[in-house]
């Protein structure tokens, strides 16, 4: 599967309860000082949208080469956006994706 790194990364961040999923999760999240929000790429436009409204400098957003389906596949559970609360856990997330954040 691709992203290997990336997938083990946020399993990791969701064991310890570092991972906020959703979007209505996530927004809090941010507001709350998280440190980066990851974005599935077959989110919508709207959606993509509204999510940099609300990192809008506030936290790093991650545009991830993973489908809904790649995380559903992987760990059961589907997700379109998700929050980083821990910058330990949003540091081994930037290692894993090497460069592909905006």
Do not use: H
């Amino acid at each position: 599967m691709k992203n290997e790194k990336l997938l083990s990364a946020i399993s990791m961040a969701r064991g310890a309860g570092k991972l906020k999923i959703g979007f209505d999760a996530a927004k809090s999240a941010v507001a709350a000082g998280a440190p980066v929000v990851l974005l599935a790429s077959d989110i919508s436009d709207r959606t993509r949208q509204s999510v940099e409204r609300f990192c809008q400098d506030s936290c790093r957003i991650i545009y991830t080469e993973l489908t809904q389906d790649d995380i559903c596949e992987k760990f059961g559970w589907r997700f379109g956006v998700a929050a980083i609360t821990d910058n330990n856990f949003a540091k081994l997330i930037n290692k894993a994706i090497q460069g592909r954040i905006k």
